[in-house]
């Protein structure tokens, strides 16, 4: 159980059976992250062409947030079943699935030419993205001790976030010099590559690390796996963790940003994607940052996902309500900027309390319920964006208020769960000790 890897204190025991790690395992699961990376790009891509798409199929703001709602809505919505397909037919198979799948949507965006056949190639790749990240988690379990599950999930968003740092960089540019259909088409590509890769050289877990054999359950397996996950404390906390921290950077990058930073604050689209850049950036350093803390010191879950609702909450609420005529100044921007590249890494925090709460063969479920927080979010935020853009005759300042809103719910969820969930996880590292010290030599 990975939960023993950790105790309260935030100390590491290695467990019987724990995966080697090593060279092989790092390569296995870099290829896994290489497609999480490629998912991302396309994930993000509309975030850079929210303004090129609107001409593109000549809708308005909430006909242009609709394509990420469909997105996200077709992602949170597979993330049960994808943890469930995880569990039960392995890593390689959901994640070939998932690179057909978006590979197939980007391709898809590429050519379309009217907003239905452009939502249904959104909504194929937000069905092809939901199957990745999931996947990678398991990977890194499988092929990893137990006491890295932080460090390595940490590590795996930071190379996703790399890929979002590929659309602000460059498919931003190829954009206004390649055109529309070429750059995303060109893009398209790299989902081909990967899965050619996947197919040669990934691997579920280590020789001799096979997982037991699922016996046939019956019909009324799915709903019991549920049930269990979502009944330990830790799942829902990690799952309200996740619906809290993530959504602000996500509303931002995957479309609202580019148009808010040129339309409200007067910004260049090259300066506006700067500071989705350093959105980026920040991320990526946070993240490490993070990932070490929490390996050192598991007490430092809660205070670091809290700190980071707090400050984002801060400064956005800086940002729109700033006082001063015009636009908020450039140093409150990139100080917004820099705090939202904190949102993704708190976010991991919430795996690593569903983690420990579930055994091997149901964190699959846990993590597809965790996963689903932060993307419900997200998807009623940018809806919400999108809805009072249009009725307030185009003010943010009214639009991005709704932020508060999600964030006071994920809070007062996070503040009740928290205790219970801390007790629970103290007895089953408590137990997993004592079963530890009892295995024969």
């Known amino acids: 159980m990975s939960g023993a ?26 290829l896994g992250v290489g497609v999480y990376f490629v998912a991302i790009i396309f994930r993000t891509s509309l975030g850079v062409a929210g303004i090129d798409a609107a001409e593109r199929f000549h809708i308005n703001a909430s006909a242009l947030s609709t394509f990420s ?21 392995g890593t390689k198979k959901v994640l070939a699935l998932g690179v057909v799948l978006f590979t197939v949507g980007q391709f898809g965006f590429a050519f379309s030419h009217s907003y239905g056949m452009a939502l249904a190639s959104r909504a194929l790749l937000g069905s092809g993205d939901a199957m990745t990240f999931i996947s990678v988690l398991r990977l890194g379990s499988r092929w990893f001790p137990a006491r890295r599950g932080p460090m390595i999930a940490q590590v795996a968003a ?34 081909v590559a990967v899965l050619a890769l996947l197919l040669i050289f990934l691997k579920d877990h280590p020789e001799g690390y096979e997982p037991a054999p699922h016996p046939h359950l019956g019909k009324g397996f799915v709903r019991r796996q549920i049930a269990l996950a979502w009944r330990e404390p830790g799942t829902r906390l990690g799952m309200w963790v996740h619906f809290t921290t993530q959504f602000p950077a996500m509303v931002f990058l995957l479309l609202w940003g580019m148009p808010f930073l040129v339309e409200s604050q007067g910004l260049s689209r090259g300066a506006a ?24 010191h598991h007490g430092a879950r809660l205070p670091l996902a809290l700190g980071t609702v707090a400050a984002t909450a801060t400064l956005w609420a800086l940002t729109i309500f700033w006082p001063a005529p015009g636009p908020a100044p450039m140093w409150l921007l990139v100080v917004l900027s820099v705090v939202l590249g904190a949102c993704g890494p708190a976010s991991m925090i919430g795996f690593d309390f569903a983690r420990p709460a579930n055994p091997p063969e149901r964190q699959g479920t846990a993590s597809g319920i965790v996963n689903m927080g932060g993307f419900i979010a997200s998807m009623t935020t940018l809806l919400a964006v999108g809805v009072l853009l249009d009725a307030s005759g185009h003010s943010y300042r009214i639009a991005f ?11 007062s969820q996070i503040l009740r769960l928290r205790a219970r969930a801390h007790r629970r996880e103290k007895e089953r590292v408590l137990a997993s000790r004592v079963e530890t010290v009892h295995v024969p030599a």
């Open 401 to 411: 208020a709704s932020v508060f809103v999600l964030e006071a719910l994920g809070l």
């Open 273 to 296: 994607g700067e500071l989705l850049t350093l959105i980026v950036l920040s991320n990526m350093a946070v993240g490490l940052i993070y990932g070490q803390l929490i390996g050192r």
């Open 5 to 30: 890897s950790t105790g309260a204190g935030g100390g590491s025991i290695g467990l019987p059976g724990d995966p080697p790690g090593g060279r092989r395992a790092l390569g296995i699961w870099g």
């Open 158 to 191: 930071l190379f996703g976030m790399a890929g979002n740092l590929v659309s602000t960089m460059v498919l931003a540019r190829l954009l206004h010099s390649a055109g529309w259909e070429r750059t995303f088409a060109g893009s398209a590509l790299a989902g």
């Open 69 to 89: 709602i469909l997105q996200l809505l077709v992602y949170a919505g597979m993330q049960i079943p994808v943890g469930l397909m995880v569990d039960r037919l």
